[in-house]
Nanobody, 122 residues
Framework: VQLQASGGGLVQAGASLRLSCAAS????????VAWFRQAPGKEREYIAA????????YYSDSVKGRFTISRDNAKNTVDLQMNSLKPEDTAVYYC????????????????WGQGTQVTVSS
């Protein structure tokens, strides 16, 4: 599976962005998918995840209530809707996929996208 993350950009605080993780080469339907982010000088942060069925989602405390993860298995995509963005959301955002949600959550996913930059100005 090849993953392509897109949708990043430069926005002002309070704005919204929608990131998309598109898969090619194989269907994403059987995979749990997560979004991670990494800010300069900081460790990678696990921020959201969704099971293959879409029935179970996870959000870190830092994004809960502001970000929403969703998937469209027909389109082979997983999106991350980011609302009420804050300067501290500035980071490179990555999507990752694997069969087991626990593997994805642990940062050991087999497949990773290349990252998309999100910059939030104050």
């Amino acid at each position: 599976v090849q993953l392509q993350a897109s949708g990043g950009g430069l926005v002002q605080a309070g704005a919204s962005l929608r990131l998309s993780c598109a898969a090619s080469g194989r269907t994403l339907n059987n995979y749990a998918v997560a979004w991670f982010r990494q800010a300069p000088g900081k460790e990678r942060e696990y921020i959201a995840a969704i099971t293959w069925s879409g029935e179970i989602t996870y959000y870190s405390d830092s994004v809960k209530g502001r970000f929403t993860i969703s998937r469209d298995n027909a389109k082979n995509t997983v999106d991350l809707q980011m609302n009420s963005l804050k300067p501290e959301d500035t980071a490179v955002y990555y999507c990752a996929a694997d069969f087991a949600p626990t593997t994805v959550a642990a940062g050991r996913a087999r497949y990773w996208g290349q990252g998309t930059q999100v910059t939030v100005s104050s």
